[in-house]
């Protein structure tokens, strides 16, 4: 025998919360990436010691956000101690256009478009050493 169900007005507002606050939920994704230590120097960075990219599943460094993002916010998670220092770059696949910051920068994105997402150590290193993993996390909002 099955039984129905007849919904309230509070099954439907909490229905109404439960979707509301799924819609806010931010997607986050934190890789350990491998240093790369050499000297150069980009317009984000000015001079850098190494640098660390993050990659999408099949390992290229074009990042495509998740359906219904508005912006991104890119960091270096790595807590590495004092002297170390890095800037953080992001760069729009289709025009790209650039943003950058001293450990985090925040940007507009969508899910039509892909990011460079990469940390230069503006620090002389160590740390990081070669190969060293770094912690690099991107946040879809």
Not at 11 to 25: D, G, K
Not at 65 to 71: F, K, V
Not at 115 to 135: A, I
Request: proline residues 7%; glycine residues 8%.
């Amino acid at each position: 025998m099955t039984k129905k169900i007849k919904p309230t007005v509070g099954h439907l507002i909490a229905s109404l919360m439960l979707a509301t606050w799924a819609a806010c939920v931010a997607w986050a994704d934190t890789q350990g990436d491998g240093a790369t230590i050499g000297s150069g120097s980009n317009p984000c960075a000015g001079n850098y010691t190494a640098f660390a990219k993050m990659t999408n599943s099949a390992g290229a460094f074009w990042i495509t956000p998740t359906a219904g993002t508005s912006t991104g916010t890119f960091k270096d998670a790595s807590g590495f101690p004092a002297p170390y220092s890095s800037v953080v770059q992001v760069m729009r696949r289709s025009d790209l256009a650039t943003w950058c910051g001293t450990n985090s920068v925040t940007f507009p994105a969508t899910s039509s478009n892909s990011y460079c997402l990469t940390v230069f150590v503006t620090s002389k290193p160590p740390p990081p050493t070669s190969g060293q993993t770094m912690s690099l996390q991107v946040t879809w909002h």
